[in-house]
Nanobody
């Protein structure tokens, strides 16, 4: 069983920055494929970013590319999402997710699909005011 706990959300003005953290339990965190998703009120959960467990390959939704950066600190069992140049449309609850299957793939149909991930955090609210 993997437990994920997000932190770092809050209220920020447009153009500002936030860094989200997701702390994971488990001794094999370095083998987890990790993703960030978000869900705004009345909308479906959407992919934001992902990082592979092997080699640290990163993937981003077009809407955040160039503004958000995903990274991981395996020694701390933590994945991060640095969010810069925030926009009001970034307002949502942000969730981290883990897939411990050790998948070796760069397919968007894999990393951007919520059902890929077996474990989810409780979410952290990000609100960007205009």
């Amino acid at each position: 069983q993997v437990q994920l706990v997000e932190s770092g959300g809050g209220l920020v003005q447009a153009g500002g920055s936030l860094r989200l953290s997701c702390a994971a339990s488990g001794r094999t965190f370095s083998t987890y494929f990790m993703g960030w998703f978000r869900q705004a009120p009345g909308k479906e959960r959407e992919f934001v970013a992902a990082i592979s467990w092997r080699g640290g390959s990163t993937y981003y939704a077009d809407s955040v590319k160039g503004r958000f950066t995903i990274s991981r600190g395996n020694a701390k069992n933590t994945v991060y999402l640095q969010m810069n140049s925030l926009k009001p449309e970034d307002t949502a609850v942000y969730f981290c997710a883990a897939d411990p299957s050790r998948a070796l793939t760069s397919s968007a149909s894999y990393y951007s699909t919520p059902r890929t991930y077996d474990y989810w955090g409780q979410g952290t609210q990000v609100t960007v005011s205009s």
